[in-house]
T-cell receptor, first 115, second 112 residues
Framework: GAGVSQSPRYKVAKRGQDVALRCDPI?????LFWYQQALGQGPEFLTY????????KSGLPSDRFFAERPEGSVSTLKIQRTQQEDSAVYLC?????????????FGNGTRLTVT | KQEVTQIPAALSVPEGENLVLNCSFTDSAIYNLQWFRQDPGKGLTSLLLIQSSQREQTSGRLNASLDKSSGRSTLYIAASQPGDSATYLCAVTQGGSEKLVFGKGMKLTVNP
């Protein structure tokens, strides 16, 4: 079956532009996560949704970052006024359970390059 | 704050070797520990998950152990193959939190 789908696959933005990254989780998955992975680093947590509720946004690095999941399925990560330090791969993961760490399925990520 | 460390950052071995990958974490109050594999340009695939009450998990040629009191885990890969070449990441979850805390990963190259 279909896995977690992320689009676009690659995004190049000029510094100061706004970007929107999309995640289509596996159908029926209640939990959805966003992670940021800089080059040569492990993923770092950004935010977590359980259905449509954003339960944890402690990892969002600044108020330029905003995430939503209005109907409890598709999620969008928006970055306003992009900066060079925002360049990274943004990974989305979903799970059918709310139990920590279990049955996670990751998408292939969106590689954002800010020039 | 939980910190996860993986050393070395990279390893290159000939095919057929048995390998041990190491992971350490600073806060032993974990809920579970998980080993992932990441291929270039791809997302993460979970290999093994060990709950805090468990000592080890096995899947095929992979065996992961957990020593929570010392803050360490090892991933053992038997009879390595070129197809095992990838980056391996260790991650923990804390009690009361749903997020994963990752190490930086170890890039493995298995040469034919």
């Amino acid at each position: 079956g279909a896995g977690v789908s992320q689009s676009p696959r690659y995004k190049v933005a000029k510094r100061g532009q706004d970007v929107a990254l999309r995640c289509d989780p596996i159908s029926g998955h209640v939990s959805l996560f966003w992670y940021q992975q800089a080059l040569g680093q492990g993923p770092e947590f950004l935010t977590y949704f359980q259905n449509e509720a954003q339960l944890d946004k402690s990892g969002l690095p600044s108020d330029r970052f905003f995430a939503e999941r209005p109907e409890g399925s598709v999620s969008t990560l928006k970055i306003q006024r992009t900066q060079q330090e925002d360049s990274a791969v943004y990974l989305c993961a979903s799970s059918p359970t709310s139990l920590p760490g279990l049955l996670l399925h990751f998408g292939n990520g969106t590689r954002l390059t800010v020039t | 704050k939980q910190e996860v460390t993986q050393i070395p950052a990279a390893l290159s071995v000939p095919e057929g070797e048995n390998l041990v990958l190491n992971c350490s974490f600073t806060d032993s109050a974990i809920y579970n520990l998980q080993w992932f594999r990441q291929d270039p340009g791809k997302g993460l695939t979970s290999l093994l998950l060990i709950q805090s009450s468990q000592r080890e998990q096995t899947s095929g040629r992979l065996n992961a152990s957990l020593d929570k009191s010392s803050g360490r885990s090892t991933l053992y890969i038997a009879a390595s193959q070129p197809g095992d070449s990838a980056t391996y990441l260790c991650a923990v979850t804390q009690g009361g939190s749903e997020k994963l805390v990752f190490g930086k990963g170890m890039k493995l190259t298995v040469n034919p």
